[in-house]
């Protein structure tokens, strides 16, 4: 009996498939099998920068309204401080003007000399063709205001002599520091000059 050697079936398709094996060398093709994967922890930065923003957003918002309710408190106040505070602005204004007359009254009152003996004084050296209509003491101001008869030569010469007088008085010239004529002017409803002395007298020596 013989023996014959059996040929080896040869492939129906005549290709070998060649072996496959993972290739280290190309990183990205790699399966990612570590316990927890990478997409995990991206994902989870993503919520938590999400969360700080929205919290962040929140407080904001509640430190607005927080703002916005005290600005809103404040004008309330101002709004019922507003009457009071106009009141007392005019109540301040009111009281300096009565200082400054207390003031204007201290003053006169303190003169070195006392009105009823100033006003008899220019009286008694007041001259026949000059009269004096009225007298404004102010502080340290006296104006003697009145008016002047005769032609616009003699006129001028009585109250200039009138100044003079009242400068040189041995009661009225020692309180004066100056004398002088601030106006002299024909009214023609009179037929008169419109004359003005002014007096400043000296401080007071307190």
């Not at 007298?135 to 009145?146: K, T």
């Not at 008016?147 to 010469?157: I, K, Q």
């Not at 100056?178 to 007096?199: G, Y």
Request: glycine share 4%; aromatic share 6%; net charge neutral.
């Amino acid at each position: 009996m013989s023996l014959k050697k059996k040929k080896k079936k040869s492939d129906a398709s005549g290709t070998r498939m060649p072996a496959w094996h993972l290739d280290f060398r190309n990183t990205s093709r790699l399966p990612d099998v570590k316990p927890i994967r990478t997409s995990f922890f991206v994902n989870g930065v993503s919520v938590v920068l999400a969360l700080v923003v929205i919290i962040n957003f929140a407080n904001q918002e509640l430190a607005l309204y927080g703002l916005r309710s005290q600005v809103s408190d404040l004008e309330e106040e101002i709004s019922k401080d507003k009457v009071p505070s106009a009141a007392a602005v005019q109540n301040f204004q009111q009281f300096k003007t009565l200082e400054k007359k207390i003031e204007e009254v201290n003053t006169f009152l303190l003169r070195q000399i006392a009105p009823s003996a100033f006003y008899l004084r220019i009286g008694s050296i007041l001259p026949d063709h000059i009269v004096i209509e009225s007298i404004d003491w102010r502080a340290d101001i006296v104006s003697l205001r009145g008016s002047v008869s005769g032609t616009p030569d003699e006129a001028s010469g009585y109250a200039s002599s009138f100044v003079a007088a009242l400068g040189s008085d041995e009661i009225l010239g020692p309180i004066c520091s100056e004398v002088s004529l601030t106006s002299l002017a024909r009214n023609p409803a009179t037929d008169r000059l419109a004359m003005e002395i002014r007096m400043t007298l000296k401080p007071v020596e307190k």
